[in-house]
């Protein structure tokens, strides 16, 4: 079993920078993709992007494309969503999550970290 665990939100001024961090401890992990999603209150989940476990080919969400970028270490098994020029529309609960059998189907969730953006 997988456990992928967020951190690194909080509450930011507009115009900020925040790291997340998604960490995974279990057995051996070796997902194709890891990917991040946010979820605003009374709003439907958002994809916001993924990275490949191997190569670290990423594909980011037209929503905050410039502005979010994601990156990984495998060596410690994590990954990671940078996030500059922060807006009050970011805040959310971010989530990281890990696909497994199938490619792009997530099996692994974290908990969820909250990021506030204040204006």
């Known amino acids: 079993q997988v456990q992928l665990v967020e951190s690194g939100g909080g509450l930011v001024q507009a115009g900020g920078s925040l790291r997340l961090s998604c960490a995974a401890s279990g057995r051996t992990f070796s997902p194709y993709v890891v990917g991040w999603f946010r979820q605003a209150p009374g709003k439907e989940r958002e994809f916001v992007g993924h990275?490949?476990?191997?190569?670290?080919?990423?594909s980011i969400s037209d929503s905050v494309k410039g502005r979010f970028t994601i990156s990984k270490n495998n060596a410690k098994n994590s990954v990671y969503l940078q996030m500059n020029n922060l807006k009050p529309e970011d805040t959310a609960v971010y989530y990281c999550?890990?696909?497994?059998?199938?490619?792009?189907?997530?099996?692994?969730w974290g908990q969820g970290t909250q990021v506030s953006v204040s204006s």
């Open positions: 990275i490949r476990w191997s190569g670290g080919i990423t």
């Open positions: 999550a890990a696909d497994g059998r199938k490619r792009y189907e997530y099996e692994y």
